[in-house]
């Protein structure tokens, strides 16, 4: 198996490690206040129809693309990187994986702010602005590049048991079944509340979040293995 995709030793300590950078983001993010400025239209100098949260995710992600992140399977940009071109010359990585946008940034953003909504202290505090939206930036980046992680999982998963995921005949219930492993998932939440203690984050929070990251991965698992039945005929297992 390509060693992208073995679970063990390429995967699951990248996802573990995704998972000690989200909660360093958002015990970093849990230290300011609200400011729901940052979310809304307004308050960049000469571009009033964006808000401070999206000015800087594009401009941080098309420095990402001009280095050539986006043409990895397991990145999705938030923001239209369409266009930019690379600064680096080298040949484009190989996909290990049939690749497809999950077009989940939108919900991700939206979740995220309510977690600050419902967590964080209420109030604006306009010093802390650059340093809030920066946080806000590293945790977004690190938890929609977890959940598309989710797509090298689900072939890594497709590969075990191709027959089975054949079988299900595309039903999201039955392959729900093929992919989920509930203890797997258990450990993901012990981890999440052992890095919790260790940066003096809110474990209930911790638990809350990566519960929903996990369930949001088990949706793009789910996608990719019925876009891979529908492919099966040009992308052989």
């Known amino acids: 198996m390509d060693k992208d995709l073995n679970l063990q030793q390429t995967l699951r300590p990248g996802l573990d490690i995704l998972a000690n950078e989200i909660v360093i983001s958002l015990k970093k993010r849990s230290r300011f206040k609200q400011n729901l400025e940052i979310y809304s239209p307004g308050l960049v100098i000469g ?10 995710l594009a401009r941080v992600e098309q420095q990402h693309a001009e280095l050539g992140r986006y043409l990895y399977a397991n990145q999705e940009a938030f923001t239209d990187v369409r266009g930019i071109e690379q600064i680096i010359r080298r040949k484009s990585p190989e996909s290990p994986i049939c690749n497809f946008p999950t077009k989940l940034g939108r919900e991700a953003i939206d979740y995220y702010i309510e977690w600050i909504k419902n967590s964080c202290a209420p ?38 048991n191709p027959e089975a995921f054949r079988k299900s005949g595309g039903n999201p219930e039955i ?9 797997r998932e258990n450990k993901v939440l012990e981890m999440v509340t052992r890095l919790a203690d260790l940066y003096e984050f809110s474990r209930e929070q911790a638990q809350t979040i990566f519960r929903w990251i996990i369930d949001t991965t088990v949706k793009v698992e789910i996608q990719y293995i019925q876009r891979r039945l529908k492919a099966s005929e040009t992308f052989r297992a």
């Open 47 to 56: 571009h009033t129809d964006l808000s401070l949260l999206l000015y800087e």
């Open 123 to 160: 109030g604006t505090d306009s010093d802390t602005f650059g340093e809030t939206v920066t946080a806000d930036v590293n945790a977004l980046l690190n938890i929609f590049e977890r959940i598309n992680l989710g797509k090298y999982v689900a072939e890594s998963k497709f590969k075990e």
């Open 175 to 183: 392959i729900t079944n093929l992919i989920v492993q509930e203890e």
